[in-house]
């Protein structure tokens, strides 16, 4: 006989974000539990570079591998949260969520509060991939959802997708389970939205100068049975939400239509924005499917050893003066070359400068090798020694050093019931966490192309910089780079769905020339999502080009020129 269901809370449930990144505002915990009512309070800590760093953390001391930040976070303001009744989740635990649930304890003990902490695993997959310095599976929410259903004040994970952290508490209190897509897909939205902090409330958004910008409050999302929600943040903060802030992060670190997860598929493309009054965005509409059979695993490992070297080029002549050190450099190496050789020159300089900084062009020289004796000694000795027979006012930035590892993330795919996924208990027990039937799963694809709008009608164009009509958002997914680019208007969304093409991105971007660039239309956001494959190399610990996280490239993208229509501008 089948037990009865528990009964559904009727309330809404009040889920802020309190971190980002390892490195976030150390004083956000806090602030969000003292600026306003929470529930739950979460934070984000874990990204590629993160792993690496923690691996490599856990090499020097098997007992290290989370995230330390948080536990000092936690003992600033574990009273104030036990005191509010508000439950903490978070990813901080990195590849040790079992240490770092220990340490809470201890910590908790010692002030005197009594919490129940409980921590979700799986995710390790390091014994299975031997080459790797860590490897591990991208897990969903419904670990989170069965530690706070049986009681936990306090869930520490490993590796879980980003919007895991705010879809499992969601999942618990409305007593969600498994195949209920649309409120699940949802709250995954909400999470998605949440995940980066005050990158929701104004941070790093196009249109900073349209509110205010200074120190931003991080965000909450009031999540509904349904699993709409409301984006805000707490009263007297700084930043604004708007239905542009929240768009621009909806397309960061997206790439098309269907968003997937290990307990659903979200679609982004049924996703609905209402401005709900002020800092106040309602979030509805949202549309959920069956999940894929397989789970993501991010490897990361040592690829090598990297070192560069900047040369300054001032005043006159700057193209030949890097093609003489070009040339001399040349010589030195083919002695013995580097795996992998880069130059970049950057024209920082300008004519007739006021400064002799502002008259100075940059020439980047970055190797790679297996061997860390090719980069270190070859290229600060051939480097040092042209310092007195180069071109005139030969100085470098900084002398090279004698070559540093780098990292390489790699992403692969495994079955769902591969993964051991398991809740933690405070009291020791451990639950399964059963992976979806596969039958309750659906390989994914990409979506159909939706129709386009009507093209805005011919009329006087003007030479433009495209940021004036379109916002835009960059980031990283391992090697590739995805931009988000948004219209405000549906007269800007008629021009920008016509004349931003994959090829004219291309034309703007030359770098992404002879890369494969796919476009995705989201008409409901009035947006278009760009994935470039393979623009940052090996990924962000490898530090391929100059922003190695894409970071502003899609503010570069707003910043060409293009003919637009007058009636835009």
């Excluded at 897509?181 to 980066?196: F, K, N, Q, S, T």
């Excluded at 604004?240 to 790439?255: K, M, P, R, S, W």
């Excluded at 090829?503 to 956001?525: K, M, Y």
Aim: charged share 25%; proline share 7%.
């Amino acid at each position: 006989m089948t037990a009865p269901a528990a009964p559904r809370a009727a309330t809404a449930v009040r889920i802020g974000n309190a971190s980002g990144f390892y490195g976030d505002r150390f004083d956000a915990v806090r602030e969000m539990l003292t600026g306003g009512e929470l529930d739950v309070l979460t934070g984000d800590y874990l990204a590629e570079l993160t792993m690496l760093i923690l691996g490599r953390d856990r090499l020097k001391d098997p007992s290290a591998g989370y995230a330390r930040t948080f536990l000092r976070q936690l003992e600033e303001s574990l009273g104030l949260a036990h005191d509010r009744r508000v439950r903490i989740v978070t990813n901080a635990g990195g590849l040790n969520p079992a240490g770092l649930a220990d340490a809470v304890r201890q910590s908790a003990d010692r002030l005197g509060i009594p919490v129940r902490v409980a921590h979700v695993e799986g995710d390790d997959l390091g014994p299975g991939h031997p080459d790797s310095l860590t490897a591990h599976a991208y897990l969903g929410g419904f670990g989170i959802a069965a530690c706070l259903r049986e009681g936990a004040d306090i869930v520490v994970t490993g590796r879980v997708t980003d919007a895991a952290l705010v879809m499992g508490p969601a999942a618990a209190h409305f007593g969600w389970a498994p195949g209920e897509y649309d409120r699940l897909a949802g709250a995954v939205v909400a999470g998605h939205v949440l995940e980066c902090g005050t990158q929701a409330t104004g941070g790093n958004y196009a249109f900073f100068r349209e509110g205010p910008a200074l120190r931003p409050g991080f965000p909450l999302a009031e999540i509904h049975e349904d699993g709409s929600s409301v984006i805000t943040k707490h009263p007297g903060t700084g930043g604004f939400v708007d239905v542009g802030t929240v768009t621009a992060q909806l397309l960061y670190e997206t790439t098309g239509a269907r968003y997937a997860g290990p307990d659903v598929t979200a679609r982004l493309d049924t996703v609905r924005l209402t401005q709900d009054g002020p800092d106040r965005v309602r979030v509805d509409g949202v549309r959920g499917e069956a999940p894929p059979p397989t789970l993501k695993v991010g490897r990361t490992r040592v690829g090598g050893f990297r070192n560069e070297v900047v040369f300054v080029l001032t005043g006159l002549d700057i193209e030949a003066k890097a093609a003489l050190v070009r040339e001399q450099m040349a010589d030195a190496f083919a002695k013995s070359r580097p795996q992998e050789v880069r130059w970049e020159l950057v024209r920082t300089d300008r004519p007739d400068a006021d400064t002799e900084e502002t008259a100075s062009a940059l020439l980047r020289l970055v190797v790679r090798d297996p061997e860390q004796a090719v980069v270190g000694r070859a290229l600060s000795g051939a480097a040092v020694e042209l310092a007195l027979g180069s071109y005139p006012g030969f100085h470098v930035l900084a002398p090279p050093g004698k070559g540093s590892p780098y990292g390489v993330f790699e992403a692969a795919y495994i079955p769902q019931d591969d993964v051991e996924h398991i809740a933690v208990l405070d009291d020791g027990r451990r639950e399964p966490v059963p992976a979806p039937p596969a039958a309750d799963t659906l390989v994914l694809e990409a979506a159909a192309e939706p129709e386009l709008p009507d093209p805005l009608p011919p009329g006087p164009v003007r030479r433009a910089a495209l940021g004036l009509v379109a916002g835009a958002r960059s980031g990283d997914k391992g090697g590739d780079a995805n931009v988000g680019v948004w219209a405000r208007t549906d007269e800007a969304w008629r021009w920008l769905a016509h004349e931003l093409t994959a090829d004219r991105f291309q034309q703007l971007i030359p770098e992404s020339q002879g890369l494969t660039v796919t476009r995705h239309v989201l008409p409901n956001l009035r947006a278009l999502n760009f994935v470039v494959e393979g623009v940052l190399g090996a990924g962000v610990a490898a530090r391929h080009r100059f922003d190695p996280q894409a970071k502003a490239l899609g503010e570069w993208l707003r910043s060409r020129r293009l003919d637009i229509p007058e009636a835009l501008l």
